[in-house]
């Protein structure tokens, strides 16, 4: 992902004016009875479930180790979905070649008709071509939090709903080929969500909204209403919002980031990213971005599972 435009500018203003904080504050007793009433996402759980995925290496699309683990996540969404499938495609990069992918779509509760899209990417960069060190540059990145994080968190959610069950019917779509992408050229990124939406795996596809994750672990994540969801999804970003499950969400217009949700929005699905946007350093992201320092051990069980709280609080939320 990248982002796009300067809205960081209106995010610094903001937090500077005292905008931030945790907006389940706000919310009124009816919602803050519900929250109350919702199963604790475990954190921990999820953490291991990202440690597992960095254990293949980095998953660049085209190498032995994206292949094992898309293998790995195939099965282990077998585990908790009724259904799963793995969506093969060839898709030209921004570099002019041609790369396998796989969207690997976990699925639960096929039968219902009210549907929640839940995505995040889980290939890694092939080059760290953020990184401080030049010689850095052409190394792949463990993709602990550009990629695993979110992965990890729809992961452990699909596992604890598969316990406690849900009425909705719940799309898990892990996206690949979101990292390959070439700062000038905007289709270059999000291959795989590109490919998706123009080809869902079911015809005619329309769930109530989406939710894209993405670098959801760093301990210090900051997630502001990202530009392109507002856009799209604001009423679903203040739903999210307004379910929050701790101080990382921050009530704040935040940057634009072309994303894997800005070709869902595109699709006519409106989707909202989660994703942690930074007003300090050049990138707009958290100094791991696109560099070898993006490991296992930057990334917090809590903040996972402030996120994956957030999931579940959502979903409560809608199928009440």
Not at 61 to 73: R, S, Y
Not at 90 to 95: A, E, L, S, W
Not at 113 to 123: K, T, Y
Not at 279 to 308: K, Y
Request: glycine share 10%.
């Amino acid at each position: 992902m990248k982002v796009t435009l300067l809205y960081m500018i209106l995010a610094a203003v903001m937090m500077a004016c005292g905008s931030t904080g945790n907006s389940t504050a706000t919310a009124s007793s009816d919602e803050t009875v519900a929250k109350a009433t919702v199963a604790q996402f475990d954190g921990n759980s999820a953490l291991e479930l990202a440690r597992q995925q960095c254990e293949f290496g980095p998953r660049v699309p085209g190498t032995p180790q994206h292949a094992k683990c898309a293998e790995w996540l195939k099965t282990t969404l077998q585990a908790s979905c009724d259904t799963v499938i793995v969506q093969q495609a060839d898709v030209k990069t921004g570099q002019g070649s041609m790369v396998g992918i796989k969207n690997i779509i976990g699925i639960i509760n096929p039968e219902a008709s009210e549907r929640l899209l839940l995505l995040a990417h889980w290939d890694t960069r092939p080059w760290a071509d953020n990184d401080p060190d030049p010689a850095n540059h052409s190394k792949p990145v463990m993709g602990a939090n550009d990629g695993a994080s979110g992965v990890a968190v729809l992961l452990q959610l699909a596992s604890q709903l598969k316990a406690q069950g849900t009425t909705l019917g719940i799309d898990i779509v892990l996206v690949d080929a979101e990292d390959m992408g070439i700062a000038d050229i905007e289709e270059s990124w999000a291959l795989g969500a590109q490919y998706w939406a123009q080809h869902p795996h079911v015809q005619g596809y329309k769930p109530l909204f989406g939710i894209l994750l993405d670098m959801v672990g760093a301990s210090d994540a900051t997630f502001t209403r990202e530009y392109y969801s507002q856009q799209y999804a604001a009423g679903f970003v203040d739903l999210v919002w307004n379910n929050a499950a701790g101080s990382h969400f921050i009530n704040a217009d935040g940057g634009a980031v072309t994303d894997d949700h800005v070709f869902v929005n595109q699709a006519g699905i409106p989707c909202v990213d989660i994703i942690d946007m930074r007003t300090s350093g050049d990138s707009g992201f958290c100094p791991a971005w696109h560099t070898v320092s993006d490991t296992i051990d930057g990334i917090s069980a809590a903040t996972l599972g402030e996120v994956g709280q957030t999931l579940l609080n959502v979903i409560a939320q809608v199928q009440q």
